[in-house]
């Protein structure tokens, strides 16, 4: 591999590790949020998420929503792109769910000399995920995602499988408290270590009026001691729009978010959208739901 294409894969890779997870990892991937109405909240979600895509935030809220499908595609850093779907089974002891994520990037020329490139750059990562969750009382629930994947950077792949994410949830009457680890793995691909995440939320509901308000805070702490605090606001009319915002702390390269939900029947649309400083762009993610 020559050296422009060893710089171009080694700058993408860095740019993930600093804005995801600032750990030097070629997995740092994985640490990338997903669900579009969290994203929207300021990527929080440990302790609230409700639709399908709950699974990657916490296992436990597997079974906390409706069964159904969902599927998000979404433009990210350097222009590249993605999608997020899967399946949600609501049981009456919990549930389960299956999902999927990629990521992608393509179309960056390699060169080592003037003249024609000799080919073009591309970036594949993949991470597939399914999960079992159990509620022994009304309030409190258990969750495990068991997931793997790999990562395809010109050519050259990487498989990695036993990786696992843990929750619980706890409700009380004023509050929901969530925990997980994410990205938890058996083992060490090579060097690498994966972005193992601890998040800590809490959120809380209020009625004002015909207006229903979530507020939502997650303390987030990565390997190599990175801790940050992202807070999160979500309001809705009659349970059919809804207006999201979110804010940061800690991060070198976004701080704010916000996005719109609809729902008509059993069908769901939701759009979320970040703006990244150090020219990376602004990342977007539009979301379609249907419950059964």
Not at 98 to 123: C, K, M, S, W
Request: proline share 3%; with cysteine.
């Amino acid at each position: 591999m020559n050296s422009i294409r060893v710089l171009i894969i080694c700058t993408l890779l860095m740019g993930l590790s600093s804005t995801y997870s600032n750990a030097a990892t070629g997995w740092a991937f994985m640490s990338i949020p997903n669900g579009t109405r969290e994203i929207a909240m300021g990527e929080t979600g440990v302790s609230h998420a409700r639709d399908a895509s709950a699974a990657w935030w916490n296992p436990a809220h597997i079974g906390q929503s409706h069964t159904g499908f969902w599927f998000q595609g979404f433009k990210w850093i350097e222009d590249g792109s993605g999608s997020f779907g899967g399946a949600h089974l609501q049981t009456d002891w919990g549930g389960v769910a299956a999902y999927y994520v990629n990521h992608g990037i393509e179309g960056f020329e390699v060169r080592d000399r003037p003249g024609d490139p000799q080919g073009e750059f591309t970036l594949r990562q993949v991470v597939l995920g399914a999960g079992i969750a159990y509620h022994p009382a009304e309030k409190l629930s258990f969750g495990v995602v068991y997931k793997g994947g790999y990562e395809d950077i010109f050519g050259d792949r990487l498989d990695v499988w036993n990786i696992l994410d843990l929750g619980v949830l706890l409700k009380t009457d004023d509050f929901n408290f969530g925990f997980s680890i994410a990205n938890a793995g058996f083992e060490s691909p090579g060097d690498d270590a994966y972005p193992t995440t601890y998040r800590l939320g809490m959120s809380k509901d209020y009625q004002v009026g015909p207006v229903n308000l979530i507020f939502a805070i997650d303390g987030i702490a990565e390997r190599e001691e990175h801790k940050y605090y992202h807070f999160g606001l979500e309001s809705n009319w009659s349970d059919r729009i809804y207006a999201r915002a979110g804010y940061m702390a800690g991060h070198d390269s976004r701080n704010f978010s916000g996005g719109l939900g609809f729902i008509f029947n059993q069908f769901n649309a939701d759009f979320a959208i970040t703006p990244f400083e150090n020219d990376l762009g602004t990342t977007w993610r539009v979301g379609l739901g249907m419950k059964i």
